[in-house]
């Protein structure tokens, strides 16, 4: 029989990868992972709204429903306060930080950024959902954490992960050792070790954008989509489509199959529709730990400068093969790029 390895049993393990840990990372990591079984419990029950009682109904209990996302955001909030172990959480679903000022927690040393429930749209309809975290140490000395703490680059994540609400529970996370995923087993209510270390293929069939949105692509973008529908028995096009419309769900596809997705710019979306802190930058951490890559079609995502908590950003993440000829692509239309970086080889297909 097979061993089953927990997820909490895990963190403590590699625990010993950081020689000076005291623990409190970990500790962080258990507090997110009880928080998603809660939220894993509730999307499970979206079906049964009808039955329960639609958000901003009062259930029978004479509690107020909520909708997914709220309730989402609330419970991995105060899953991170009564945890100890972070001092500040900046949230899609809040416009401003939320400091943790307990005791315990005003000298926390890590920052949580989070988008609860991405993919909300989704929720009504039985398709996948997910959450997207990551941590960064705290960087100001002492007092209230500030912005700049949290207005860190990607490349200073700590650790990153997310949490997929679909056909099983998923948690996948990186502490930038590579990357490993976890399977909720219902029965014992247990997240349990069923991918280690994950890696994305260098090269994938498929690619992930919504087409609907076409004429408003930049012309970098229309390049590659072309690209994608030609056919080439060589390089196994045409690729496949596939977009579900949840990062999380169409990224964690394609990290195990193979794939780029990609939400450009848009005439609606000029700087971009996902938000760098707490979409494009923990995606891309994870991604790259796995092999891949992410950039925003010209520059590496994790090192593109922060100045806003809800930042927006193009994302161009995945295969690493695929994305870099998506980039090409984009340099087409972009002279300088395309001679100091690509010879404008691609430009002459
Ligand atoms: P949300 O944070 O409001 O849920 O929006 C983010 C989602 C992503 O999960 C998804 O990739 C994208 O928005 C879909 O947007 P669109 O419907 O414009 O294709
Ligand atoms: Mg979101």
């Given at each position: 029989?097979?061993?089953?390895?927990?997820?909490?049993?895990?963190?403590?393990?590699?625990?010993?990868?950081?020689?000076?840990?005291?623990?409190?990372?970990s500790?962080?990591?258990?507090?997110?992972?009880?928080?998603?079984?809660?939220?894993?419990?509730?999307?499970?029950?979206?079906?049964?709204?009808?039955?329960?009682?639609?958000?901003g109904?009062?259930?029978?209990?004479?509690?107020?429903?909520?909708?997914?996302?709220?309730?989402?955001?609330?419970?991995?909030?105060?899953?991170l306060?009564?945890?100890?172990?972070?001092?500040?959480?900046?949230?899609?679903?809040?416009?401003?930080?939320?400091?943790?000022?307990?005791?315990?927690?005003?000298?926390?040393k890590?920052?949580?950024?989070?988008?609860?429930?991405?993919?909300?749209?989704?929720?009504?309809?039985?398709?996948?959902?997910?959450?997207?975290?990551?941590?960064?140490?705290?960087?100001?000395?002492?007092?209230?954490?500030?912005?700049?703490?949290?207005?860190?680059?990607?490349?200073?994540?700590?650790?990153?992960?997310?949490?997929?609400?679909?056909?099983?529970?998923?948690?996948?996370?990186?502490?930038?050792?590579?990357?490993?995923?976890?399977?909720?087993?219902?029965?014992?209510?247990?997240?349990?070790?069923?991918?280690?270390?994950?890696?994305?293929?260098?090269?994938?069939?498929?690619?992930?954008?919504?087409?609907?949105?076409?004429?408003?692509?930049?012309?970098g973008v229309?390049?590659?989509?072309?690209?994608?529908?030609?056919?080439?028995?060589?390089?196994?096009?045409?690729?496949?489509s596939?977009?579900?419309?949840?990062?999380?769900a169409?990224?964690?596809?394609?990290?195990?199959?193979?794939?780029?997705?990609?939400?450009?710019?848009?005439?609606?979306?000029?700087?971009?529709?996902?938000r760098?802190?707490?979409?494009?930058?923990?995606?891309?951490?994870?991604?790259?730990?796995?092999?891949?890559?992410?950039?925003?079609?010209?520059?590496?995502?994790?090192?593109?400068?922060?100045?806003?908590?809800?930042?927006?950003?193009?994302?161009?993440?995945?295969?690493?093969?695929?994305?870099?000829?998506?980039?090409?692509?984009?340099?087409?239309?972009?002279?300088?790029?395309?001679?100091?970086?690509?010879?404008?080889?691609?430009?002459?297909?």
């Amino acid at each position: 029989m097979k061993a089953v390895k927990t997820l909490g049993q895990f963190i403590i393990e590699k625990q010993a990868d950081f020689p000076y840990a005291k623990g409190e990372l970990s500790r962080l990591l258990r507090d997110l992972g009880i928080a998603a079984k809660i939220v894993n419990r509730e999307v499970n029950k979206a079906g049964l709204a009808d039955i329960l009682g639609e958000a901003g109904s009062v259930n029978i209990q004479g509690e107020e429903q909520k909708k997914l996302d709220i309730y989402a955001n609330e419970q991995f909030i105060s899953a991170l306060k009564y945890g100890g172990e972070c001092c500040m959480v900046a949230s899609e679903e809040n416009e401003d930080y939320i400091h943790i000022d307990s005791e315990i927690s005003r000298e926390a040393k890590y920052i949580v950024a989070i988008d609860p429930l991405d993919g909300s749209s989704n929720i009504d309809v039985n398709v996948g959902v997910g959450t997207i975290f990551s941590i960064y140490r705290r960087i100001s000395a002492s007092g209230k954490a500030n912005d700049s703490d949290v207005l860190q680059r990607g490349t200073e994540q700590v650790a990153a992960g997310y949490i997929i609400y679909g056909s099983s529970t998923m948690l996948v996370y990186t502490t930038g050792k590579g990357v490993n995923g976890f399977t909720l087993d219902p029965s014992i209510g247990e997240f349990c070790l069923s991918h280690p270390n994950m890696c994305i293929p260098d090269d994938g069939v498929i690619y992930s954008i919504n087409e609907g949105y076409y004429t408003h692509f930049p012309d970098g973008v229309k390049k590659y989509i072309k690209y994608c529908q030609v056919e080439d028995a060589k390089t196994n096009r045409p690729y496949t489509s596939r977009y579900i419309g949840s990062m999380v769900a169409d990224l964690h596809r394609n990290m195990i199959k193979g794939g780029i997705f990609i939400y450009p710019l848009t005439a609606s979306a000029p700087k971009g529709k996902l938000r760098l802190v707490y979409e494009c930058n923990p995606m891309a951490f994870i991604i790259e730990q796995a092999g891949g890559k992410a950039s925003n079609g010209y520059d590496r995502i994790l090192e593109l400068e922060v100045t806003e908590l809800h930042q927006r950003s193009a994302i161009f993440i995945g295969s690493k093969n695929m994305v870099i000829k998506a980039e090409e692509m984009m340099a087409c239309f972009s002279p300088q790029l395309t001679r100091k970086n690509f010879e404008g080889e691609t430009c002459l297909q």
